[in-house]
């Protein structure tokens, strides 16, 4: 029975590196241990569970659904890098949900990420144009059209859809940004901007400068 465990995880295993060579990128053998600096607390939203709630008309305690788990292969991670791309690149793999940090020595880091919604993906290549902590949502005009409950303008802050930091794509109206929503990571959701969680935008914030170029696949 042992053995039978071993070799469905070694088939696993070979399963996953195979689908990152495909850009370049490739799982490390032994396999890649989430980064303690990002997993930790964070980790717990992986976890399927309820947060009990009190009825006010009844004197119950009920459980309230939670939010779908984040899948652990969207947490961050190290993999390795063979592509063309020099260290410091940010690639974004749309189809895969991936957003990768080119590093030197044959590394890179991956970040799962929100895409965009069928009608709204798009690739490309642009720099970072400039940074924001907490950034103000001005959504455009064509948003609003579509969605006339929407603000003309909301401050930054923990409900803010743009999250804790935003980057912005060369002239465009998109950025890769933090999110409220972090159950939406690994998902097609978004009208084109590409989300991260709040912790681990604020990771790529600090170690990106304005002028990154950003390949989005």
């Not at 590196?17 to 032994?30: D, I, K, L, N, T």
């Not at 939203?45 to 652990?72: C, D, F, L, Y």
């Not at 709204?120 to 059209?145: C, L």
């Not at 933090?178 to 600090?206: F, H, K």
């Amino acid at each position: 029975m042992k053995s039978l465990v071993t070799v469905a995880a070694l088939c696993a295993f070979a399963f996953a590196g195979a689908a990152e060579a495909g850009q370049g990128f490739s799982v490390p053998r032994p396999p890649a241990v989430l980064s303690p600096d990002l997993a930790t607390p964070w980790l717990r939203q992986t976890e399927p569970g309820g947060r009990p709630t009190v009825s006010r008309k009844r004197t119950t305690v009920r459980a309230r659904a939670a939010p779908p788990p984040i899948a652990r292969q969207f947490l961050p991670t190290m993999v390795r890098y063979s592509g063309p791309e020099a260290p410091g690149t940010i690639v974004i793999d749309t189809n895969r949900r991936f957003l990768f940090l080119v590093l030197d020595g044959g590394k890179a880091r991956r970040y799962g990420v929100g895409v965009g919604r069928p009608g709204f993906s798009w690739a490309g290549a642009h720099t970072v144009t400039a940074k924001a902590e907490w950034p103000t949502w001005t959504p455009p005009e064509e948003m609003r059209q579509r969605e006339p409950h929407l603000p003309v303008s909301m401050e930054g802050g923990l409900d803010n859809p743009l999250g804790a930091r935003a980057l912005y794509l060369g002239d465009t109206l998109y950025r890769i940004h933090g999110s409220n929503q972090p159950w939406t990571i690994g998902r097609a959701v978004s009208s084109g901007c590409i989300r991260m969680r709040n912790e681990d935008v604020v990771d790529l914030y600090d170690r990106v400068p304005v002028g990154t170029r950003v390949i989005v696949m």
